[in-house]
């Protein structure tokens, strides 16, 4: 006679769980928000850039980001009257943006934040281009931040060389971006992206001679800095302002590591991968008109 499910298997003294429970179980995972997984992912970088890293960043800065991009979101929403008003998704996107531009920016003034945020959010709502089936907002919110911070806001700077490395970390912020990525199916643009930076690099190292020690430790430091891990999982990977087609997000996340590298190393200009991700940003709708595909949707 056949056991049921539910039934303990003989010898073991474990009890396998009812199909039922495991079927919802999963069917929940499938449909949790992969927004909530970006919050925990954008989380552990900046309890480890505080806690272990010493951010020159206080509290009231992260929470006035937090609550003016919230509330930015919902004007916004409210003022176009659109159908998501009422729902959680605005908040999550808000706070996606607002742990983004605190762990990429720093401010001697606690004004620089909110302006930012409101800055950001806003823009996805006043630059939106792109064929119809997949028109949508240009540039990644926490990139235009960090974009203008360095670029137009006195007394505000990035500080990626604060990060560090550290191989655990790096591991752990690999496995959690991979998971991030993979759930909002763009674990192909953070690897294309990862493969054509770290090619460069250790051409880089070759071309100037160095040998496997140290030449190869230089790379490892290189390749897994939490700001080049942040951008590749969180940044470049954003569904929403990538090309929809896999091949083109693919060719584009070449093109974004190309410029970052030409300008950073071969021009000596800083902060190489930010500036280039919103020079390149422009170019998106473009490749969506050129590889049409239906646009990303939020679950």
Same mark, same amino acid.
């Given at each position: 006679?056949?056991?049921? *499910?539910?039934?303990? +298997? ?10 039922? =429970? ?25 309890? =480890? ?12 800065? +992260?929470?006035?980001? =937090? ?9 916004? %929403? $409210? ?18 943006? @607002? ?18 945020? =409101?800055?950001?959010? @806003?823009?996805?709502?006043? &630059? ?32 990626? !060389? %604060? ?10 912020? &690999? /496995? ?5 990525? %993979? ?5 192909? *643009? ?16 070759? $071309? ?7 030449? /190869? ?9 939490? /700001? +080049?891990?942040?951008? /590749?999982?969180?940044?470049? @990977? ?5 090309? %929809? ?7 584009? !996340? ?7 590298? *030409? ?10 991968? &930010? +500036? ?14 050129? $590889? ?8």
């Amino acid at each position: 006679m056949r056991l049921p *499910v539910s039934s303990p +298997v003989l010898g073991s003294g474990i009890t396998a769980a009812p199909a039922s =429970v495991a079927g919802r179980w999963h069917r929940n995972w499938r449909r949790l928000d992969a927004r909530w997984f970006q919050i925990v992912f954008l989380l552990s970088f900046l309890l =480890v850039g505080v806690l272990a890293r010493d951010f020159a960043l206080r509290p009231l800065q +992260v929470l006035l980001a =937090v609550a003016t991009a919230a509330l930015t979101q919902a004007a916004w %929403q $409210w003022a176009l009257d659109l159908p998501t008003k009422k729902q959680w998704s605005g908040t999550l996107s808000a706070l996606v943006t @607002s742990l983004g531009l605190s762990i990429l920016v720093r401010a001697q003034s606690d004004w620089v934040h909110p302006l930012l945020a =409101v800055l950001a959010i @806003s823009s996805k709502y006043l &630059i939106r281009l792109g064929p119809p089936s997949c028109k949508s907002h240009v540039l990644n919110p926490a990139n235009l931040a960090a974009f203008l911070a360095w670029a137009c806001i006195p007394g505000a700077w990035l500080s990626p !060389a %604060q990060w560090g490395s550290e191989s655990l970390l790096a591991l752990w912020f &690999i /496995a959690l971006g991979g998971l991030v990525t %993979q759930r909002i199916q763009r674990r192909d *643009v953070s690897l294309a992206f990862l493969s054509a930076w770290g090619l460069l690099l250790a051409a880089r190292l070759l $071309w100037l001679g160095y040998a496997w020690d140290p030449g /190869a430790a230089m790379w490892l430091q290189q390749i897994s800095s939490g /700001a +080049v891990l942040l951008f /590749a999982f969180f940044m470049i @990977s954003d569904p929403m302002t990538t090309p %929809q087609h896999p091949r083109a997000r693919m060719a584009y !996340a070449v093109l974004v590591a190309l410029a970052a590298f *030409v300008w950073q190393v071969l021009l000596y200009r800083p902060h190489g991968l &930010i +500036v280039m991700l919103f020079v390149c940003s422009w170019s998106v709708p473009l490749w969506n008109r050129l $590889w049409p595909r239906a646009r990303f949707a939020w679950a």
